[in-house]
């Protein structure tokens, strides 16, 4: 049997195993087991998105090989979903690229600038696929640690300077998963800045900035003036229309940067599908009450999860954007053991804060993707089980 390659034996080890082991015996015996740990949108793609999608279906030029950098049409959709949505101008030509998803760029992006033994800065907690990628083109992560008392934020002073000048890339993801947490322009332009300084490419992960609360409206990292000259954007259309199934997203920003991509991605997929595209441009162009209507009703499941999360004794304050709530475990528990214990004694499931990095340890993330009913009964019983908490 021909050996693993050693870049795929350097990938993190799977925490959750013995945490889905326990679901799974719940489950065997019976039990019905509500997940609050998945960041999956439980609600259908809007109805105008599939028709459009269905229509498409029947055209045959769609069922050829689509171009792997994505159509013309789409990547226009983006530019001007860009300057409606941003004010940001961007030629479709040259500075947008449609991917299978945000994920498959970010896993991608290392392999085109990242040498062995080259430095990136991943946050952290973060998203896992930061330092997946980054490992994969067998770089090292630099773990920018992203904590309560800066606003789960970085602190880009704290990186060394002989750390900054190796170091490639920077992946940043504001609103954050699995923080909650939201940055302002003005820390986008220190970002720029101190790219411009070191010549790093930034990397921002926009996957959430349509699920926002309260009137707030999220900013993308390109308003911010010469982010275009330092780094790309990854959006999708999973979370705003509820489309993670199809797999359609893009990157966006600096011209170079997004050459290189696509030409990585030529030699290794052949594009998007194309009826996917079309039901992309759909959503980006189409009527955006779907995207009102959906965050209304995430509004009101985090108002549900506020309060009786307040009853129980957590402090927090209700997140201005994304569909997750991230929360201190009550004392006298690590991440693993919270998680553990709420299987255990209320079959609900939460996800371990150490699944998103080291400094996740503590924590646990809470999902609102899931019908408001099952979200109010799990509640109920991990109110039953863990009655007051104490930190
Ligand atoms: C922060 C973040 N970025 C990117 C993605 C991937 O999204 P996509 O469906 O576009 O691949 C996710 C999905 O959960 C995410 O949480």
Partial sequence: MPEVAQRVKNLPPYLFARIERLIEQKKAAGVDVISLGIGDP?????????????????????????????????????????????????????????????????????????????????????????????????????????????????????????????????????PNNPTAAV????????????????????????AYTEIAYDGYRPPSFLEVPGAKEVGIEFGSVSKPYNMTGW????????????????????????????????????????????????????????????????????????PRATFYLWLPVPRGYTAESFAEHLIEGAGVVVTPGTGYGKYGAGYFRISLTLPTERLQEAFGRMKQLLGRVTF
């Fill in 42 to 174: 439980d609600r259908p793609t809007p109805e105008h998105i599939v028709a459009e999608a269905s229509r498409q279906l029947y055209n045959p030029a769609h069922h050829q090989y689509p171009s792997s950098v994505g159509m013309a049409a789409f990547r226009k959709a983006v530019a001007d979903w860009y300057a409606r949505r941003f004010g940001v101008v961007l030629d479709p030509g040259s500075e947008v690229v449609s991917l299978i998803g945000s994920k498959e760029g970010i896993a991608h992006i290392a392999w085109c600038y990242v040498n062995p033994g080259d430095t990136v800065l991943v946050p952290d907690p973060g998203y896992p696929v930061y330092a997946g990628g980054t490992i994969l083109a067998g770089g090292e992560p630099y773990l920018m640690p992203l904590l309560p008392e800066n606003g789960f934020l970085p602190r880009l002073e704290d990186i060394p300077t002989d750390v900054a000048r190796r170091a490639k890339l920077m992946f940043l993801n504001y």
């Fill in 247 to 318: 797999r359609c997203g893009w990157a966006a920003g600096r011209a170079d940067v997004v050459e290189v991509l696509g030409r990585l991605k030529s030699n290794i997929d052949s594009g998007v599908f194309q009826v996917v595209q079309c039901a992309a441009i759909a959503g980006l162009s189409g009527p955006q009450d779907c995207l009102a209507a959906i965050n209304a009703l995430y509004k009101k499941r985090r108002d549900i999860a506020v309060a009786a999360l307040r009853e129980m004794g957590w402090v927090l304050n209700p």
């Fill in 183 to 206: 940055a302002e322009r003005d820390f986008f332009a220190t970002v720029v800045a101190f790219a411009r300084e070191f010549d790093i490419i930034v990397c921002h992960d926009a």
